[in-house]
């Protein structure tokens, strides 16, 4: 989980929603068979998107279900309220190409951005989703990566990452508090707040790499408090 300047993520993220935002009309008819089963407002939505030959395996939704809840449970300890999760905690959306294509097909200039992106828009289009969504905080993982290319990240209300993320949320990738510094880190952007300039002990910082032992500072909690989605915390 490569991480770039909070700046780099935001305006490629704010970039991509101006320029999917226009294709939300015309999905309407693909969206209104889940919008009546939508879950309730001011929840975090969680997305695994399989591509189409990945095959369905358990321990990802799984996995990325627990990397959730630890997230859940460490928000909480830190800020003494948490945001909700629906059951279940991640939508198994069937992706509409293999991953050659999500790793292949540009979108933007940096390809470090195209498999999130490409996944980002395919969610927004099938899901009737915006960037950034009043409705929902959003998080997407896919299955498919260009090795030692594809990155994620987070800001405006999502959070995007790519495959090295949801291996590791599988437990096939190594040390599993590695991935729930990364999934608190990027939830953290996703809330609002910004990269910190050095390595400070909070997780907005290189420390998420020593999760648990890391935590927010007085700013940092007052920001993602007073925040777009601080309403969302309870």
């Given at each position: 989980?490569t991480?770039?300047?909070?700046?780099?993520?935001?305006?490629?993220?704010?970039?991509?929603g101006?320029?999917?935002?226009?294709?939300v009309?015309?999905?309407?008819?693909?969206?209104?068979?889940?919008?009546?089963?939508?879950p309730?407002?001011?929840t975090?939505?969680?997305?695994?998107?399989?591509p189409t030959?990945?095959?369905?395996d358990?321990?990802y939704?799984?996995?990325?279900?627990?990397?959730?809840?630890?997230?859940?449970?460490?928000?909480?300890?830190?800020?003494?309220?948490?945001?909700?999760l629906?059951n279940?905690?991640?939508?198994v959306?069937?992706?509409?190409?293999?991953?050659a294509?999500?790793?292949?097909t540009?979108?933007?200039?940096?390809?470090y951005?195209?498999?999130?992106?490409?996944?980002?828009?395919?969610?927004?289009?099938?899901?009737?989703?915006?960037?950034?969504?009043?409705?929902?905080?959003?998080?997407?993982?896919?299955?498919?990566?260009?090795?030692?290319?594809s990155?994620g990240?987070?800001?405006?209300?999502?959070?995007?990452?790519s495959?090295h993320?949801?291996?590791?949320?599988?437990?096939?990738?190594?040390?599993?508090?590695?991935?729930?510094?990364g999934?608190?880190?990027?939830?953290?952007?996703?809330?609002?707040?910004?990269?910190?300039?050095?390595?400070?002990?909070?997780?907005?910082?290189?420390?998420?790499?020593?999760?648990?032992?890391?935590?927010?500072?007085?700013?940092?909690?007052?920001?993602?408090?007073?925040?777009?989605?601080?309403?969302?915390l309870?």
């Open positions: 989980m991480r770039r300047a909070v700046l780099t993520a935001t305006a490629g993220m704010a970039a991509l101006s320029g999917v935002l226009t294709g009309a015309e999905a309407a008819t693909e969206a209104t068979a889940r919008s009546a089963a939508a309730p407002s001011k975090v939505r969680v997305f695994w998107l399989k030959d990945v095959a369905l358990q321990r939704p799984d996995g990325i279900t627990n990397v959730m809840k630890e997230a859940q449970r460490y928000y909480r300890q830190e800020l003494g309220k948490t945001f909700t629906n279940p905690a991640v939508e959306v069937n992706g509409d190409h293999n991953r294509w999500y790793e292949n540009r979108n933007g200039d940096d390809p951005w195209w498999v999130v992106f490409n996944m980002q828009q395919e969610l927004m289009r099938k899901l009737a989703l915006n960037a950034p969504d009043s409705r929902w905080l959003c998080v997407g993982e896919i299955s498919a990566e260009q090795q030692n290319v990155g990240g987070g800001g405006g209300g999502w959070v995007i990452l495959g993320d949801a291996d590791g949320a599988a437990g096939t990738n190594g040390n599993m508090n590695r991935w729930y510094g999934m608190v880190h990027e939830l953290g952007h996703a809330l609002g707040l910004p990269d910190s300039t050095f390595t400070d002990g909070t997780p907005m910082s290189a420390s998420f790499y020593d999760y648990p032992n890391c935590h927010f500072n007085q700013s940092q909690k007052n920001g993602i408090l007073n925040g777009p989605y601080g309403s969302f309870s």
